[in-house]
């Protein structure tokens, strides 16, 4: 399965990502990388990975729909048959979210449905969190709401801190993300229209 995976930051996901597809029988390949920050440190390690990168930054469109119009083009030049979006802090409108349904995965610094935006990290400390953890879920019209395809857990420790506590989920991250993209490249998951996950195999 070809995937275009979407950064705004430092792309540690996009890497796993793309390092998991080089691995032999995986059912996927990270065709391109798009980000909407020229500044994004994702960028250069995509192009040390010899990936092909485009920028669309928001500024450079008149409406949110034109700078989602210019993304969804050169989507559809390559004619992906998957999104990730790995670090990217953007929302996607219904519109662009309806042309790729049920091909859209984003991963989340939380154990959703718990702390949905952002801040995730300290939330859960300030809520006396034992465990704190990572989401990949599809993407729906409602942010960090799809169905759930893969969640890891790690321990809060007594003297953590957002930092600390950040730094242990980004690992699993990178894990999960590579495996919740091998269920659904290989098709073992998939999204059924009225939004719930279908699991086939050994799941
Ligand atoms: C990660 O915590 C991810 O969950 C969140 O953005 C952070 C940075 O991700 N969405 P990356 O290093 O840019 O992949």
Known sequence: KRVVAFISGGGSNMLALAKACEAGEYPAEIVAVFSDK??????AKAQALGLPTRVFERKAYGSKAEHEAAILAALAEIGPDLTCLAGYMRLLSGEFIRAYEGRI?????????????????????????KVAGCTVHFVTE????????AQSVVPVLIDDTAETLAARVLTV???????????????????????????????
């Open 38 to 43: 020229p500044e994004a440190g994702g960028l």
């Open 105 to 129: 995965l984003n991963i989340h610094p939380s154990l959703l449905p718990l702390f949905p935006g952002l801040h995730t990290h300290q939330r859960a400390l300030d809520a006396g969190m």
């Open 142 to 149: 409602g942010m960090d709401e799809g169905p759930v395809i």
């Open 173 to 203: 991250e990178h894990k999960t993300y590579a495996a919740a993209l091998k269920l659904v490249a290989s098709g073992n998951v998939s999204m059924r229209a009225d939004g719930t996950v279908e699991r086939l195999g050994s799941e």
